[in-house]
């Protein structure tokens, strides 16, 4: 077998590095003189390909080329960090045209959108004389540089997001994040496409020139009254113009138009920033989540290097339902929530009976996300045992951090069911509201990795800086260690 593997960047020296790399490979895997001339325009046309469509006026992007042959056939692969792209070839659906051109001269050529992890093309050719030994050769790449502020003509204009739009919101997102965005999917156009399909998405986005400038998304969640509002990013040239604001507008009032009960958003605590355009929209926090966004989520201009640890969201609602709330208050943590029911403009009312049939428990994980999310729904006997196992389950599996969610409508002994999680090292998060089945849960959570931040917690408004108070002690009174 012979291999080689080349790191280039888009400063222009690529193509004459990766045809100098082409010439050592072929004479060292002993190929004909036929063969070497279609290997060049062959690995030739992917890198160029990939610098042009990945990087586009940056000269800092890295791409990555592998060369290898064994057996008669030439492997290549051309792997880069830049903007997202639809997978394509095979039963992926049509390649670009310039890719189509060089699938005529090979085989399998492939485009591949791997998310957080970039693009991949792959592709290969038929190099009989294909024999020899293994080379490597490397090129070190040097740091992306900040794109430079654009002039504007007309204001941007926002519109409801449609399917064709996927691929700008994915690479809006690079622009904003590169590949470190909490929520990897977004990546992908063609899970962005799914969703935007199926309605789970309704996306309103900012165009200027043809151009996605701006994106703020509405997500639903089936046989819930609440949706999540976010993936809020406005590229960096355009910041400052206002368009943040009218984008959120955008969406509360679709989100009114929908009947939704309430909408939430999960503000990080590294800046104050998207906590402040939270609020200044109605939003009111009700529970800090700590560890929720893993330590590689950056944003370009905001935050400088990434952070190291997991930090915490804060979450908040803006409710439009705000009839009284028929829930039932644990004795340990009855004044969290019925402050936290009052910032938020709602009233805990007495429940009606509680239902003695159900779960128990249920469980869910976000592996992408290192996170674990547990639901007590019921308690009855035998509840201290599954909700036991359920919890060391989600733990066993590496998740950095688990959520406890405490159905305030439907458990019947809450003291019990806080007890038990209490004894399982479960601390206080806060309330969430209008979520499955319309209900609200008391929300605890643990820590499951000590690369979760508790001191640079970044809480803007006087009751946020409480709440962060009241989860620290509870979590030294539940885990005094």
Not at 109 to 114: A, K
Not at 297 to 308: A, I, N, S
Not at 371 to 400: P, Q
Not at 444 to 467: K, T
Request: net charge negative.
């Amino acid at each position: 077998m012979s291999r080689v593997k080349v790191t280039v960047t888009s400063d222009g020296s690529a193509p004459e590095l990766v045809n100098a790399v082409v010439l050592a490979f072929a004479a060292t895997a002993g190929l004909a003189e036929h063969e070497t001339r279609a290997l060049r325009a062959f690995v030739a046309g992917l890198p160029r390909f990939t610098l042009e469509q990945a990087y586009p006026d940056d000269p800092w992007g890295e791409v990555e080329v592998m060369l290898e042959a064994a057996n008669g056939v030439g492997y290549v692969e051309v792997h880069d960090w830049g903007l997202p792209l639809t997978s394509a070839g095979g039963d992926l659906g049509p390649l670009p045209p310039p890719l189509a051109a060089l699938a005529a001269e090979a085989e399998d050529l492939r485009l591949i959108n791997l998310g957080a992890e970039g693009k991949r093309l792959t592709g290969r050719l038929r190099l009989p004389s294909a024999a020899g030994l293994a080379a490597t050769h490397d090129v070190e790449a040097r740091p992306r540089r900040r794109s430079g502020a654009r002039e504007l003509g007309d204001a941007p204009e926002l519109r409801e997001a449609a399917v064709e739009d996927a691929e700008g919101i994915a690479q809006l997102l690079y622009e904003n994040y590169h590949l470190s965005y909490v929520h990897p999917d977004f990546y992908r156009p063609r899970y962005v496409i799914a969703e935007l399909a199926a309605r789970r998405l309704l996306s309103t986005v900012a165009v200027h020139d043809g151009q996605i400038v701006g994106h703020h998304a509405l997500m639903r969640v089936p046989n819930e009254l609440s949706a999540e509002t976010g993936v809020a990013v406005v590229h960096s040239a355009y910041r400052g113009l206002g368009l943040f604001g009218r984008l959120s507008q955008a969406t509360v009032a679709r989100a009114r138009k929908l009947g939704l009960a309430a909408i939430f958003g999960d503000a990080v605590t590294i800046h104050p920033f998207s906590q402040r355009a939270e609020r200044a929209h109605g939003y009111r926090e009700s529970a800090l989540m700590l560890g929720t966004v893993p330590a590689r989520v950056t944003m370009r201009d905001l935050g400088g290097e990434e952070p190291g640890r997991r930090t915490a969201v804060l979450r908040s609602y803006l409710a439009f339902d705000e009839s009284p709330r028929e829930v039932g208050l644990p004795a340990a943590y009855r004044g969290a929530l019925e402050l936290g029911y009052e910032h938020l403009g709602l009233v805990a009312g007495p429940r009606r009976q509680v239902p003695g049939d159900g779960e128990i428990v249920t469980t869910s994980d976000d592996s992408v996300r290192g996170l674990g999310f547990l639901r007590v729904r019921r308690w009855r006997d035998g509840a201290i045992d599954e909700v036991t196992h359920a919890a060391r389950l989600l733990l066993s599996h590496h998740a950095d951090v688990v959520y406890a969610d405490v159905d305030l409508h439907d458990v019947a002994d809450l003291d019990a069911a806080v007890s038990c999680l209490n004894e399982l090292g479960f601390f206080l998060a806060g309330v969430v509201v209008h979520g499955p089945e319309g209900n609200d849960h008391l929300r605890l959570q643990r820590l499951n990795s000590e690369a979760v931040e508790l001191e640079a917690i970044v809480c803007d408004s006087p009751f946020a800086q409480e709440l962060k108070a009241r989860v620290l002690d509870d979590r030294a009174r539940v885990d005094p260690s």
